[in-house]
């Protein structure tokens, strides 16, 4: 299998990961990557601007990561999402996402 380059970037507080939501899904899980390593999300929302809630849940359920440690902090009403991660290394992260995948 080839090994993953999630698209992390480690700031002064935490990391940031690069999201792509795909919003009026079945239902909320993992849906791959793209091209350029950015991690792919179906949420159940219904729009692109409401799936920001869901996917803090979403994240939090599969990562352990409690919703006040993350925030969208670009992309709010675009598909594409960074969100950033309080406290936590991008090596952190992949692991957890790792796990979760």
Partial sequence: MKKRAF????GKTGACLA????VRAANDHFAGTTEDDVVKVRL?????TAANAALM?????QL???VTKMEVVAGKNKA???VSFDGFTSAELEQRL????
């Fill in 80 to 82: 594409h999402k960074l």
């Fill in 19 to 22: 999201v792509r939501v795909i």
């Fill in 44 to 48: 159940a929302s219904p729009s692109v």
């Fill in 7 to 10: 698209n992390f970037t480690d």
């Fill in 57 to 61: 849940i979403f994240l939090s359920k």
């Fill in 98 to 101: 790792l796990a979760a995948i």
């Fill in 64 to 66: 352990g990561i409690g």
